[in-house]
């Protein structure tokens, strides 16, 4: 797809750090669009390209664009490990 027929879609990745290095990225949304990268930029500029083949596919195969809205919201959790060195305390 030419920059001159391209339209703008939002959709919403995640990216994972992997152990070895890199990022796995996929897009929640599209069903098995996954992509990686050795840095940041490279696994964002992969899944771009993976979206835009997956969307072309559906276009192809004369399926509708997934375009209703995904409301994703962000929790920290926090997970706190004590190393006890005096008894416990009562509770009461």
């Not at 949304?29 to 083949?53: P, V, W, Y």
């Not at 997956?54 to 997934?66: C, G, I, K």
């Amino acid at each position: 797809m030419d920059n001159k027929t391209k339209q703008v879609y939002n959709y919403t990745v995640i990216l994972e750090r992997e152990e070895d290095g890199g990022y796995h990225v996929f897009c929640p949304l599209l069903k098995g669009c996954h992509s990686q990268g050795d840095t940041f930029e490279e696994a964002i500029a992969n899944i771009t390209e993976a979206i835009e083949l997956y969307l072309e596919s559906l276009r192809a195969d004369h399926q509708p664009y997934f375009s209703y809205q995904l409301t994703v919201n962000s929790y920290s959790i926090f997970t706190c490990y004590f190393a006890s060195f005096f008894p416990p305390f009562p509770l009461g």
